[in-house]
C-alpha cells in the first residue's frame, strides 16, 4: 500500500509535509543548500532583521538531556541576503522556500514585508516570538501589538502569509489571538515558538549553561512537547475552519509527527532534532511517518488530521 504525505501549504505544494523550523542551521547559503539537498520539504530562513547582527554573546546554544535551550539574538544577515539567497536557491532546485521575518520595529516588518513582495519567496512566514532579543519583550504576547502588526503586514503582504506564534498556557489567551488572526489573512499558524525564558543551570560548575541574559533561554526539544501539542489543538479548533497548523515543538520522530496531525497539523516544522542529528532527520522522520501510517491503514493524512479521539 503506497502512502501519500504531501500537503499544500497556504496553497503552496510540498511534496511531504516535513520541513525545516526557522531557526536552525538556516542562516548561511551555505547551510540553506543543505537543507534544499535533503529530504526537507521547503527551505525555511532564519528570521531576518532589517540589518544584519552577530546575535548575542557565545555560548548561546545548549543541547540538553531532552532538548535544548537557545539564547541567539536573531543573528542573521539582514533581509536583503535573504532576498538574494531565495532567488538563488529557486533557480538551483525545485523547493519552496519559506522566508522568515522578524523585524525589531513595527516599521521595520513593514519595510521587509513590502521588500519580499518582489522575491521569489513562496511563503512568509511572520515571527513576532523570539524571547531572545536583549532589551525586547516577546512581541506575540503584546496582543495590541500583534494585532497592529498584522493589519499592516496583511494590508502590504501579497505573498501567503504564515505566523509564528510563542506558547500560550492560558485558553483565555488562546481566545484572544484566535480573534486576531482571525480578523487577517494569515494562511497558517506554527505553534510553537521555544518556550521562552528558561534556565539551565550547571551544578558543577555552579553556573548557567548560556550566557545571554543572565542564562535565560528558549526551550525547545522534547521537555515542550506536550504544549507544542496542546497549543496546535487549541488552535485548530477555535481557527481550525479558517487557518492551516503547522506543528513545531519537541517532534523528534514519526509518531510525534502522527500525533500533531491528530490533533489538527497539515504540516509539522523541524527543530533541535535537525541541530542534534543533520540533516538526515528530514527523511527518517517522514519514513517513520509512512510506516505507521501503513500499519494503520491511512494512505493519506486527510484520514486522520485532526481526528483525535477525547475521552
Ligand atoms: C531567536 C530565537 C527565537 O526563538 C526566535 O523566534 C527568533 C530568533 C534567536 O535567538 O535568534
Known amino acids: 500500500m503506497s502512502v501519500n504525505i504531501s500537503i499544500a501549504l497556504a496553497g503552496i505544494k510540498l511534496d511531504t509535509c516535513v520541513f525545516n523550523a526557522a531557526g536552525p542551521n538556516d542562516v548561511t547559503l551555505e547551510e540553506l543548500e543543505i537543507i534544499a539537498k535533503s529530504k526537507s520539504s521547503a527551505i525555511t530562513t532564519k528570521s531576518c532583521t532589517l540589518e544584519p547582527r552577530v546575535g548575542n554573546p557565545e555560548p ?129 499558524i506554527s505553534s510553537i515558538n521555544s518556550i521562552g525564558n528558561a534556565l539551565v543551570i550547571d551544578s558543577e560548575k555552579e553556573e548557567a549553561v548560556i550566557k545571554p541574559k543572565g542564562g535565560y533561554g528558549g526551550l525547545g526539544g522534547k521537555y515542550i512537547k506536550p504544549t507544542s501539542l496542546a497549543n496546535v489543538r487549541k488552535f485548530y479548533e477555535l481557527v481550525g475552519d479558517k487557518v492551516q497548523l503547522v506543528g513545531c515543538g519537541g517532534i523528534y520522530t514519526g509518531m510525534d509527527v502522527f500525533e500533531f496531525i491528530l490533533a489538527g497539523a497539515s504540516a509539522v516544522q523541524l527543530g533541535t532534532v535537525f541541530i542534534q542529528e543533520g540533516p538526515s532527520c528530514f527523511a527518517r522522520v517522514q519514513e517513520e511517518l509512512k510506516s505507521i501510517m501503513q500499519r494503520k491503514g491511512y494512505t493519506k493524512l486527510e484520514d486522520f488530521k485532526g481526528k483525535l479521539k477525547v475521552l
Open 60 to 188: 548561546r546554544y545548549a543541547d540538553l538531556e531532552l532538548g535544548s535551550i537557545n539564547s541567539m539574538g536573531l543573528p542573521n544577515l539582514g533581509y536583503k541576503e535573504y532576498i538574494k539567497f531565495a532567488h538563488i536557491l529557486k533557480s538551483k532546485y525545485s523547493k519552496p522556500v519559506v522566508a522568515s521575518i522578524s523585524g525589531l520595529t513595527f516599521d521595520d516588518n513593514l519595510v521587509i514585508f513590502k521588500a519580499f513582495n518582489d522575491s521569489e519567496a513562496d511563503i512568509l512566514e511572520f515571527n513576532p516570538g523570539s524571547p531572545n532579543t536583549i532589551g525586547k519583550p516577546t512581541m506575540g504576547y503584546d496582543l495590541e501589538y500583534l494585532d497592529q502588526s498584522l493589519k499592516e503586514i496583511t494590508k502590504i503582504c501579497k505573498k501567503p502569509l504564515g505566523i509564528k506564534l510563542p506558547p500560550y498556557f492560558d485558553f483565555v489567551h488562546f481566545e484572544e489571538v484566535a480573534k486576531i488572526i482571525r480578523k487577517y489573512n494569515v494562511l497558517y
